[in-house]
């Protein structure tokens, strides 16, 4: 998972506390709970959620971004993704200013700022009503805009994880929720508890075998060794110009945006 780029799959990390709180909330909703009932007992529960869990950077990052959606649905309002990340990261350096300077914290909120901001622009404008398209887009550009952190502190690069993402993460929702309902399970139904074990076993075998199959690829790995600030620097405005021209004022027809950016893609 770790050579693969995959390793924020088993972490308990902002992606999971995403999940249970949706969740959560969804299923409160369907049940017939009110909506501010609804909001409160799943922002309740996140909270409890990082406390649980050592209240980490990228739990309380998603815990408090989350529970600002709730309350912009309460309230009526509009959410933004890039505000909402934007008062976590002050309320998170005002508690601890250090964490600028921790890989985990630099991660964690690039790529929430990456989809927020170039991500949904280019899926807006290139790939309004093509789901894997714009898949492919927000995780290309997540990589992109991580990729001088991950150079720095990991020395290296798995090309091969930006495709590994887009069949994982998917996965990861449904089996953090069926691992929960295995644990319910085990007290109540252990025949149930068997049969959501064995389903697990069967999903982390095939994640296991596809990380096996990309290490057996050329490149899989790619050492870069760490970069230099001025490597930093250049490759920072040029990801800034690039971004620059591919969202610029454009007056071509929307198809021919398309076919191009999947040529360049490709």
Known sequence: YRRNGLAHLLAISGLHTGFLGLALYRLLRRMGAGLWASALSAAL??????LLTG???GVLRSG????????????GRSYDLRSAASLALFLLLLRSPLQLFQCGFQLSFLAVFAIGGPGQELVR???AKR????????????????????AYWFFSLPPYGILLNLLVIPMTGALLLLGFVLLAAAFAAPPLALLCGQILHLALGAQ??????AACLPFHRILLGRPRGWQLAVYSVCLALGFRLLLGRDSRPKEKRQRELRRVLL
Do not use: H, N
């Open 64 to 75: 408090l971004m989350l529970g600002l959606g709730f309350l912009a649905l309460c309230l």
């Open 125 to 127: 404008r290139y790939a």
């Open 45 to 50: 529960f996140l909270g409890f959620y990082a």
């Open 131 to 150: 789901k894997i398209l714009a898949a492919l887009i927000q995780s290309l550009t997540v990589f992109l805009v991580t990729l001088p952190v991950i």
């Open 55 to 57: 209240a980490d950077t």
């Open 208 to 213: 296991i075998l596809l990380c096996r199959l």
